[in-house]
Nanobody, 123 residues
Framework: QLQASGGGLVTAGGSLRLSCEFS????????MAWFRQAPGKEREFVAA???????FYRDSVKARFTVSRDNTKKHVWLQMNSLKPEDTAVYYC???????????????????WGQGTQVTVSS
């Protein structure tokens, strides 16, 4: 089970830090990711951190977002800086044991999902 939090309303250029708590065993084996979904759009990949701590980002968030994890605390975070109005979406954390996401970055690569947290960036 995944529990995401940390969303909110921020003006453009501001920052937010999303948190995702993992409830279960062997968190250290899971690959963790963040996706987002804006109204009327498909869910899209944002960032991921593998179980070996390799990180992946979509091009539009590189140098602005940072994904990290703490296996002891069973948490993954998404630090979002220099936020833009186009970052507005519901953000979801996801987990899976398979590394198939590395090639496709698809939501279908992840079997466990959190409930989502709303991020709104005003201009």
């Amino acid at each position: 089970q995944l529990q995401a939090s940390g969303g909110g309303l921020v003006t453009a250029g501001g920052s937010l830090r999303l948190s995702c708590e993992f409830s279960g065993r062997t968190f250290e084996r899971y690959h963790m990711a963040w996706f987002r979904q804006a109204p009327g759009k498909e869910r899209e990949f944002v960032a991921a951190i593998g179980n070996a701590r390799t990180t992946f980002y979509r091009d539009s968030v590189k140098a602005r977002f940072t994904v990290s994890r703490d296996n002891t605390k069973k948490h993954v975070w998404l630090q979002m800086n220099s936020l833009k109005p186009e970052d507005t979406a519901v953000y979801y954390c996801a987990a899976d044991l398979s590394s198939g996401f590395i090639r496709s970055k698809s939501p279908s690569d992840f079997r466990s999902w959190g409930q989502g947290t709303q991020v709104t960036v005003s201009s």
